[in-house]
């Protein structure tokens, strides 16, 4: 009993912010300092801010497009260091990827903006891409090595005494057992980049921004409702995204267990 009155707790703390900011996102009134009525009110001005409908659109491509491309190279990252013969190399190399993992987000932006700076990059939705799937691609890593370590060597080896060579080993045995690891590498990395702000903040440029800056620039002026409005929304997004990655591993395992 204990233990569920703790677990209903924190679940409490977790979430009665989040729906605290919904709730007011239906007040008639302008603030949140008391629930004046319902109201679509904050809704309509969302769907009627162009800019913010752009920035939020350019937000998810952003998100989408690093977190394919950091789960790509992420994937056959962790399928190199475990093929690492060298126990030194293997420890190096995992040593360097956690690293990033436990960096502050502050050094990791500045660091950023001082090679993109060096190599004469102009600041800008590319220098902001590349950041995120730099910084995505260890998490990629650490989500799909442990699917790599419950791979048995026996199935790679029965798929090459019948005949496969190392690409349809590659596409049809090793790709599909890592399929779980690797749909939960992308889901973690779309989700680490939709919502970073401090290495987005130091690698923009004028004219290209995303969803959490401009937040924070707005924020600055004024919280407005609005702002309210769209967090449901993106949490509403983020619900779906949840029940259609437990649907898709759900059914992976189902197919699995036949």
Request: charged letters at 10%; a neutral charge.
């Amino acid at each position: 009993m204990i233990k569920k009155l703790y677990l209903a707790f924190i679940f409490f703390v977790m979430y009665a912010p989040i729906f605290y900011l919904i709730f007011y996102a239906f007040n008639s009134g302008d603030s949140m300092n008391s629930f004046e009525g319902f109201s679509w009110t904050h809704f309509s001005e969302l769907f009627a801010d162009t800019r913010m409908l752009v920035i939020l659109l350019e937000t998810f491509i952003l998100a989408f497009a690093s977190a394919a491309v950091a789960t790509v190279i992420g994937t056959f990252g962790a399928l190199y260091i475990t093929n690492l013969r060298s126990r030194l190399a293997n420890t190096a190399f995992m040593s360097l990827n956690n690293i990033l993992l436990v960096s502050p987000d502050v050094l990791i932006g500045a660091s950023f903006i001082l090679l993109f700076t060096f190599i004469g990059l102009q600041l800008g939705v590319l220098s902001v891409f590349l950041s995120h799937v730099a910084f995505s691609i260890p998490i990629v890593v650490l989500m799909v090595l442990p699917k790599i370590h419950e791979l048995s060597k026996s199935q790679i080896d029965a798929a090459r005494d019948l005949g496969a060579n190392s690409f349809q080993t590659m596409t049809q045995v090793i790709l599909p057992f890592l399929t779980p690891g690797i749909i939960a590498g992308y889901f973690m990395a779309f989700t680490y980049s939709l919502d970073d702000f401090a290495v987005t903040f130091f690698t923009t440029g004028n004219g290209f921004t995303t969803l959490s800056v401009e937040i924070y620039s707005r924020a600055r002026r004024g919280v407005s409702l609005e702002i309210n409005a769209l967090s449901a929304l993106v949490f509403l997004f983020a619900c779906i995204l949840v029940v259609g990655y437990y649907l898709i591993t759900r059914e992976k395992s189902a197919k699995e267990a036949r």
